[in-house]
């Protein structure tokens, strides 16, 4: 069975600052995806960013980047120019093989408060 | 706009009253899951469905049922409920060939 962890429940940054939020995850399949939700207080579950195990280079997305380091199964979270909007939960996910709708796994979330 | 739909978003029930959470999907996906958020825990996934009449168990099924009589819909049933079922419910529904989950605004169910 797979397992994510996220090991950082709460976190805080200061406005316009970059901040890094931690996420492992144990598996023995090759062949997967991860991913990092959003939470806000809406409750609204966002994706924020994808990645393909089988692709070497790190996932982008505007603020929004990944570090994946397949042999170490981490998979950081890295938030530039943190706006105050960013303030919610966040979820490191794992899913397996390919892409028709298997189970996610879910890791604890990470708090993260953006102080203006 | 394509949604994922759930009722009611809030309920307060008691112990042994059956319910039915809805949840539709206008994207035509084939997949479909519901999931519980409880603090320190997580999502954890209750049930999915691959397909029209095609359901299986999650991690946590245990005092859920669930139907999947059309494509769009997959309704999420608790016939007994008990106060360890109080949690937030989503629905979600996955977009094939990316993996992604299209969730549902969630369902904040209180069983008394």
């Known amino acids: 069975a797979q397992t994510v962890t996220q090991s950082q429940p709460e976190m805080s940054v200061q406005e316009a600052e970059t901040v890094t939020l931690s996420c492992t995850y144990d598996t023995s399949e090759n062949n997967y995806y991860l991913f990092w939700y959003k939470q806000p207080p809406s409750r609204q579950m966002i994706l924020v960013i994808r990645q393909e195990a089988y692709k070497q280079q790190n996932a982008t997305e505007n603020r929004f980047s990944v570090n994946f380091q397949k042999a170490a199964k981490s998979f950081s979270l890295k938030i530039s120019d943190s706006q105050l909007g960013d303030t919610a939960m966040y979820f490191c996910a794992f899913m397996k093989g390919e892409t028709s709708g298997s189970r996610l796994t879910f890791g604890e979330g990470t708090q993260l408060t953006v102080n203006p | 706009e394509a949604q994922v739909t759930q009722n009611p978003r809030y309920l307060i029930t008691v112990t042994g009253k059956k319910l039915t959470v809805t949840c539709s999907q206008n994207?035509?996906?084939?997949?479909m899951s519901w999931y519980r958020q409880d603090p320190g825990l997580g999502l954890r996934q209750i049930y999915y469905s691959m397909n029209v009449e095609v359901t299986d168990k999650g991690d946590v099924p245990e005092g859920y049922k669930v139907s999947r009589k059309e494509k769009r819909n997959f309704p999420l049933i608790l016939e007994s409920p008990s106060p360890n079922q109080t949690s937030l419910y989503f629905c979600a529904s996955t977009r094939q060939g990316t993996g992604e989950l299209f969730f549902g605004e969630g369902s904040r169910l209180t069983v008394l």
């Open positions: 994207m035509n996906h084939e997949y």
